[in-house]
């Protein structure tokens, strides 16, 4: 493997969140499906850095021109491929990840970073650093056997007031179908993120 010479960032460009698919099972046959997605996250639990550094890089060989790609957790991960030169936007940190100042300063002002949030409190906490942050994910919209958020449902006047509080573009995430998309696209949301439902069907175009 030839290493990169040119460190990559993340093009000036309008982050569009709008169907963002979060990897689960058979990552790569889907996101080579997902076409449509317009934000792909890479996560994969419970992974080792050298995996999911793997892993990314793979992805990032497949993605879409149009499409973001950015790390869950992992701010090491997504500095070490960015700075070979591969495709790697940024991060998604949750509130036990490295703190979100840190992250901006390992990765620069062009890199993508989402956060975590999902309460009223943690989203007045984000509006704080929200010149750090590009957008937070807000959920779970209802709970989700893949991941045990430990916060209560939002539902869909939970997503709207989130979405009215935030100083930054929210991502819905947790729990959520083709289905309900329709409804959740009036909440004010930047943008709809799923895990099982790419799965199931790579090619949905929510
Ligand atoms: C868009 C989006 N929102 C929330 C999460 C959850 O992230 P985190 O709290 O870091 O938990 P894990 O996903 O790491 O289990 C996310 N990954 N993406
Ligand atoms: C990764 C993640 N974060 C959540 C949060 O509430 O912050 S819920 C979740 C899992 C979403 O998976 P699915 O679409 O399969 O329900
Ligand atoms: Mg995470």
């Known amino acids: 493997m ?3 010479t040119h460190p990559y960032t993340t093009p000036a460009r309008p982050l569009d969140l709008n169907l963002y698919l979060v990897t689960g099972e058979h990552p790569l ?4 499906a997902a076409k449509h997605a317009t934000c792909i996250q890479v996560r994969s639990k419970p992974i080792s850095a050298r995996e999911l ?24 991960v997504a500095l070490a491929l960015r700075a070979r030169g591969v495709r790697v936007d940024g991060v998604h940190i949750g509130q036990d990840d490295l703190p979100v100042a840190d992250a901006r300063a390992l990765l620069g002002a062009d890199a993508i970073i989402g956060l975590t949030t999902g309460t009223r409190q943690l ?6 650093i929200a010149r750090l942050i590009d957008y ?20 869909i006047d939970g997503l709207r007031e989130l979405a009215e509080l935030s100083a930054v573009p929210t ?12 409804a959740i696209r009036t ?13 199931d069907n790579p090619a949905l175009q929510a």
């Open 2 to 4: 030839t290493r990169e």
């Open 29 to 32: 046959e889907t996101v080579q």
């Open 53 to 76: 550094y793997q892993l990314t890089e793979a992805i990032a060989g497949i993605i879409q021109p149009h499409q973001t790609l950015l790390v869950d957790d992992r701010v090491d």
């Open 123 to 128: 989203v007045e906490e984000s509006n704080k």
């Open 136 to 155: 937070i994910g807000t959920g779970p919209f209802r709970p989700s056997p893949t991941k045990q958020s430990n916060r209560p449902p939002l539902g």
């Open 171 to 182: 991502v819905a995430i947790g729990d959520i179908t083709p289905e309900d998309c329709p």
């Open 187 to 199: 909440t004010g949301v930047a943008g709809i993120a799923m895990v099982r439902a790419f799965v």
